[in-house]
């Protein structure tokens, strides 16, 4: 089976991986920088899914699955949380979607992100790192690594082949 994900990202890929492997499935999985039609810094749970939504329709062309994996910020109690959004499109045009770890940012972002900084360069300015969202992410930082980020989208990935499974 062909799996395509709609990304380069390390953390993306293995986190598909994983999940597909975990599923005792036999695959073969591709990454592929698909553009996401959506902000760089997705806003909001719907703009989230929906640019998970777009890399997955893409990813599918000329493969068995394709899957879409975006991480976006929502305002909640006047606190930024981290979200994150997956889909899995079938060959045959079958649509799923899955949510993940819903995680608060720390009140020191607020500002950076209300004024519409992305989520990525701002870890690793304040956290003195370099391209975090390659490695365990803010998920891994904020929670003592017992969650990076590719565990979070593992997370994600197993109910999307759970619901394409169900379905069949
Ligand atoms: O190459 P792509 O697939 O786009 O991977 P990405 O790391 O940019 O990931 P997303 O587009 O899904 O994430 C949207 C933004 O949120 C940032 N972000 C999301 N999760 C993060 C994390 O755990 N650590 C650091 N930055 C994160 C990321 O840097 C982007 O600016
Ligand atoms: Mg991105």
């Known amino acids: 089976m062909k799996v395509m994900v709609g990304s380069k990202n390390p953390t ?24 996401s039609f959506v902000s760089a810094q997705p806003i909001g749970h719907e703009e989230t899914k929906l640019g998970a939504i777009n890399r997955a329709k ?16 929502v305002i909640m109690d006047d606190a930024y949380y981290l979200c994150n959004w997956g889909a899995l499109v079938h060959s045959s045009g079958e649509l799923f979607v899955a949510g993940g770890l819903l995680l608060p940012l720390p009140n020191f972002l607020y500002e950076h992100l209300h004024a519409g900084e992305e989520l990525g360069p701002l870890v690793d300015q304040f956290w003195n790192r370099q391209n975090t969202k390659h490695q365990e992410g ?5 929670t003592n690594n017992r969650v990076k980020r590719t565990d979070l989208f593992v997370q994600v990935v197993l109910p999307l082949i759970g619901q394409w499974e169900e379905s069949r």
Do not use: R
């Open 12 to 35: 993306k890929i293995e986190a598909v991986t994983n999940a597909f492997i975990s599923c005792e499935y036999k695959i073969e999985v591709q990454g592929s920088d698909i553009p």
């Open 58 to 73: 893409q990813a599918v062309i000329g493969n068995d699955i394709g899957i879409g994996l975006e991480a976006g910020i």
């Open 138 to 142: 803010i998920a891994g930082i904020l």
